[in-house]
């Protein structure tokens, strides 16, 4: 297992570096909410993203991927993190794709991923119906008709929902509510006639929507995997979207980390610097030791999707759970140690603790993932 | 103890044929009532109930009548507030002159003053901000550079104040200045009341992470200040800059108990946010922070009762010293495990997409962060108690 990042990879982390440090830095997402942007993200620069080839960084090469695997996608989506990037990198690079990647038929495979590869075509996950995250809580039906299906019901938090091109959605066709069994993933067109999306604007300025079914009919052709048989579709897309945000959330947690470090070495109180006080150092120390525990579990679980899935649910669970522990923990700290001007909407700290908040929720808070770890080690 | 009896039922009798049922509600911050000369009643009942209050005295129960005060004894203002709560009786006047400066200037102030301040206070006719920190003096608040220079008759102020809240909103302003640069820093500082429509007086918001922009920053560019609002002696402004300082924190360390918006209990949110499984909340980690939560509060509300009963009994404690650091930490706590359990329902920033409540849970959540760096920030409270109580050896 590779803990260690290769050269390659450690490339692709400096050109992610210089690019988003240059192109899109916290000061575009401020932008983008201040100016109440309708998409949200620039669109000019998710192409030029794409151009370098990270929409379809985990995409195999035969579809006209870069084939990166995801220590590559890591290192990037972290960088984004750090700056955060609004971009569809998340929703259609990594989920979307995977959904795709694992589930598709070939000619699925061979229609849609060239086009998420250039950045043509975006995707949203529409998949929460409640304000938790339950995958298995599903109650949007799949009624069957002739030659296809119709799809009742809603969805909420459905990220980047509000202008995604095609929307996959997770549906009931049999069984009850909390059944794994009995669900279906359909791709539907984001315009289709009876789907009604509302944008939510949400505390860290990016795009979710809420997302009304009203008898949107499907043809067969559009299911992802088997009919009933989406859950072992849509739990290893999960594990990798886990996976992918902890890394985002690495990245978040390391930005406002450094940028506090470094307010510790220039603000003066009492005739000396703030970061001579020893109760400041020993939390900055306690906060570099769980970033180095993090560290560890982020590089163990990415390397888990290429290598060794089958301990992904594990490392999933453990990434997501731990590192949303550290990005509150240090997103916290960051405002605290800023003082009053930690609080202030001037300062970019503040972006930091609104992300860390939405990214804890997404794909599952830590007391999801920490009973999911029970489960799955049996106890 | 019969009296205080006695007290206490005249009290219900009146608060009840007094307080117009519209003011028998939870408040939201638009309709607080902060006085002043810029400020308006946020309706007619709340005008009707604040001059019922006033004339009575009871804007400021526990002052001395002289001066517009209700005269009661500290029981009597308990058994006052314990009665207001009883009926959910809104507080009629809000303010810093109430909560700080008031008890400041009874103590230090000139007859002067008080003639000048305190019935302004009480009739609401001055709104108060507070202008002590400074870009370069924070938690090292005696490093505070706003001077003010002796020119005969008046001073001759100069600098910048910043943090200010509400200044741009407020009448009068009461000021650390450095009338002597010379001495050892606490020993050079003064406490001035500025009007803020003085001549040279400016103030410029400051956005807040929670939406809204509280703070100013305020500048002061040859402000003639009189000489007679100088409160306590010349250089011995820090005196009561401190005793100042304890008000607020014990305000703070209270505040979260009467939160002014409307937002949920953690209890009350997990009845509507949270699935259950045979009477219990279905996720376990919720379950239990909400039990640690719960049980803090407790502890909390028990230890505010004692000092209050011990204060009363004429004993003195180290509890009052790490109230205002436990009273903001809880208050962190709270939000956080609030947003917690709203899910992404507790991420909403604006629009229809999410209720007045949820989105007001959130800028709460914000704000929650800078009631512990506000009025001296929880590290430097830690040092306050491992200096004056635990006496632990400074580096
Ligand atoms: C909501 C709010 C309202 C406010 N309202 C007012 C107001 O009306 N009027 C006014 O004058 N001021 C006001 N303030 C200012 C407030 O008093 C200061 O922000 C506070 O004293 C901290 O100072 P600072 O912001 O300069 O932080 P700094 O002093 O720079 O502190 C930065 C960090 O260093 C830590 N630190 C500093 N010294 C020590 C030490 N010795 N040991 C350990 N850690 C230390 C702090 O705890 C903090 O984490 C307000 C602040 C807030 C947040």
Redesign the interface.
């Known amino acids: 297992m590779a803990l260690v990042l290769n050269e390659e990879q450690r490339l692709l982390q400096e050109t992610a570096k210089d690019f988003l440090g240059s192109r899109a830095p916290v000061e575009a997402l401020r932008k983008l909410r201040d100016k109440r942007d309708a998409i949200g993200y620039d669109a000019a620069l998710w192409q030029e993203m794409a151009e370098m080839g990270w929409a379809s960084i985990i995409v195999p090469e035969i579809y006209g991927g870069l084939e990166f695997g995801f220590l590559g996608l890591g290192v990037v989506i972290e960088e984004a993190g750090r700056t955060l990037t609004a971009s569809p990198l998340l929703c259609s690079g990594v989920v979307g794709a995977s959904a795709i990647l694992l589930g598709g038929s070939e000619e699925q495979k061979q229609s849609l991923l060239p086009s998420i590869a250039q950045g043509e075509l975006t995707f949203a996950l529409a998949l929460?119906e409640?304000?938790?995250?339950r995958p298995n809580h599903i109650g949007v039906a799949a009624s069957q008709q002739k030659d296809g299906y119709v799809l009742n019901g809603n969805k909420?938090?459905v990220l980047d929902g509000h202008n995604a091109d095609r929307l996959i959605v997770v549906a009931r066709s049999h069984g009850e509510t909390r059944d794994t069994e009995g669900l279906s993933l359909f791709l539907v067109d984001g315009n289709a006639p009876g789907v009604t999306r509302?944008?939510?604007?949400?505390?860290?300025?990016r795009n979710?929507a809420?997302i009304q079914l009203n008898n949107v009919t499907v043809t067969a052709s559009s299911i992802l995997g088997e009919v009933g048989e989406g859950w072992s579709v849509l739990e290893p897309v999960l594990d990798r979207g886990r996976v992918a945000l902890a890394a985002e959330m690495m990245g978040c947690a390391l930005e406002s980390f450094e940028r506090t470090v470094n307010y510790l070495k220039e603000r003066?109180?009492?005739?000396v610097l703030i970061g001579t006080?020893q109760?400041?150092q020993h939390r900055a120390a306690h906060m570099q030791s769980e970033l180095e525990l993090s560290r560890s579990v982020l590089l163990q679980a990415l390397s888990s999707v290429d290598e060794s899935p089958e301990d992904l649910p594990v490392m999933a669970s453990l990434a997501k759970s731990r590192l949303n522990e550290l990005v509150?923990l240090v997103t916290?700290e960051a405002?605290?140690m800023h003082?009053?001007i930690?609080?202030?909407?001037?300062l970019e700290i503040?972006f930091f603790?609104?992300r860390a908040?939405?990214a804890m929720?997404i794909f599952g808070?830590?007391?999801?993932h920490?009973?999911r770890y029970a489960t799955l080690n049996g106890y | 103890m019969e009296d205080l009896e006695q007290f206490r039922l005249d009290t219900r009798e009146w608060l009840t044929a007094n307080c117009p049922d519209s003011q028998r509600q939870p408040i939201t911050p638009e309709q607080q009532y902060w006085g002043g000369r810029k400020g308006s009643f946020p309706s007619e009942d709340a005008q009707t109930w604040f001059e019922r209050m006033r004339d009575k005295g009871w804007t400021a129960p526990e002052w001395p009548t002289p001066y517009g005060g209700g005269g009661l004894s500290p029981q009597q203002g308990r058994v006052l507030k314990e009665e207001m709560k009883r009926i959910h009786a809104r507080t009629p006047l809000f303010g810093l002159g109430l909560w700080m400066l008031g008890p400041a200037v009874l103590e230090y102030g000139s007859e002067e003053q008080k003639q000048q301040h305190i019935r302004a206070i009480v009739n609401g006719e001055h709104r108060w901000c507070q202008g002590y920190?400074e870009p370069?003096?924070?938690?090292?608040l005696a490093?505070l550079q706003c001077k003010a220079e002796d020119k005969g008759d008046h001073f001759l102020v100069n600098g910048s104040k910043?943090?200010t809240t509400a200044a741009d909103r407020c009448d009068w302003i009461f000021c650390l200045v450095r009338t002597d640069p010379d001495v050892k820093k606490q020993e050079g500082i003064s406490f001035l009341l500025i009007d803020m429509d003085d001549p040279g007086v400016s103030t410029t918001p400051?956005?807040?992470?929670?939406?809204e922009s509280e703070?100013c920053q305020t500048f002061f560019d040859n402000v003639e200040v009189p000489k007679e609002n100088l409160v306590g002696e010349l250089n011995k402004g820090w005196s009561v800059a401190k005793a100042l300082l304890v008000h607020e924190r014990k305000l703070m360390s209270e505040m979260g108990s009467e939160s002014p918006r409307q937002v949920l209990t953690p209890n009350e949110a997990a009845r509507e946010?949270?699935e259950f499984e045979d009477g219990k909340i279905a996720?376990?980690?919720?379950r239990s922070d909400l039990a640690d939560y719960d049980m803090l509060m407790q502890a909390v509300a028990l230890t505010h009762f004692r000092t209050f009963e011990e204060k009363a009994a004429g004993m003195r404690s180290a509890a009052p010293m790490v109230m205002k650091y436990v009273g903001t930490e809880a208050e962190?706590t709270k939000s956080?495990l609030l947003?917690?359990i709203?899910?992404?329902?507790?991420?909403?920033?604006?629009?229809?997409?999410?209720t007045e409540q949820e989105i007001d849970t959130?800028r709460l959540?914000?704000m929650s962060?800078?009631m512990?760096?506000?009025g001296g920030?929880?590290?430097v409270q830690?040092?306050l108690v491992a200096q004056k109580i635990l006496e632990l050896p400074q580096p």
């Open positions: 929460e409640t304000h938790h995250h909420s938090f509302t944008r939510t604007i949400m505390a860290d300025s979710a809420n003066e109180q009492f005739g006080f109760s400041l509150k916290n405002v605290q003082g009053g930690g609080v202030t909407d001037d503040g603790l609104k908040r939405s929720q808070d830590t007391g999801y920490k009973d | 920190s370069g003096a924070g938690s090292d490093s910043i943090w400051i956005e807040l992470i929670s939406g703070f946010y949270l996720d376990a980690r919720l962190k956080e947003l917690a709203l899910g992404s329902r507790g991420l909403g920033w604006e629009g229809d997409g999410f959130l959540w914000a962060k800078a512990t760096i506000a920030s929880s590290e830690l040092n």
